[in-house]
């Protein structure tokens, strides 16, 4: 009975033929091209290449995204395939008019392509699963996310087995995103993280941050991004250019 009066009720507010990505739970199709640079605790690195596709629904209640890291790793000097990512996120109920704006439920996932051994992944599958909504208050909007955590043991004999166990935690954070105008917003994300991953399995705080500008309307966009795990002692940096499709 619930699942239906959200489904009908839900409403795309943004004007008819106007994409408005500053709200994580407007979904559209696009490609995503990133460079990136990851510094890390022990003073090496990776860098390289970052794509994120993602398909999504006519009505934007469904989306696929498939992300594609190829990158080199200082510490092995050597280029390849790093974890792949592949999310599903379903958007029942939106109206930003209203106070909650929207509840979307998403399975996130993490898969180890990458090699450990070489510093191109983290030797284990990751997966996270809950629920997001949004709060609009015009220029101004706070999209707070609760996920639970699982992360495989590490597949590697090189880790001692308290170090590669498995580990159950979970994730909270808020996408909080200011629109300075038409064509432009910046977004800053508190995280905290039980178990992090990011950290050898002890818990991290993390805060991620956009800047993000339409080039061209509705078909191209561009900006940067910076992420630094504070208990972790990493930090990624990125510029991006995305096509909406």
Sequence with gaps: ??????????????????????????????????????????????YGYRANFIWASGRQ???????????YATSSKKFGISDMRFRYYWVPYKDYAK?????????????????????????????????????????????PYVYYLYSSEIMSDKISASGRKALNGYIIQSICVYK????????????FMKNSYSNAGKDDLVVEGNYLYMVKQNKMQVGCFARRYFYGNATTIRAAMLIYF
């Design 1 to 46: 009975m619930s699942f239906c009066l959200l489904k009908s009720t839900a409403q795309i507010t943004t004007p008819a033929g106007q994409i408005d990505p500053s709200k994580p739970t407007n979904q559209y199709t696009r490609l995503s091209n990133n460079l990136e640079y990851n510094f890390l605790k022990t003073g090496k690195g990776t």
């Design 61 to 71: 209640h469904h989306s696929i995204y498939t992300e594609l890291p190829l990158l």
């Design 99 to 143: 106070k909650p704006g929207a509840l979307g439920f998403a399975i996130d996932s993490y898969v180890p392509t990458g090699k450990l051994d070489d510093g191109l992944g983290r030797g284990r599958w990751i997966f996270a699963t809950g629920l997001s909504t949004a709060f609009v208050f015009g220029k101004f909007s706070t999209f």
């Design 180 to 191: 300075i105008d038409k064509n432009s917003y910046v977004d800053c994300t508190p995280i």
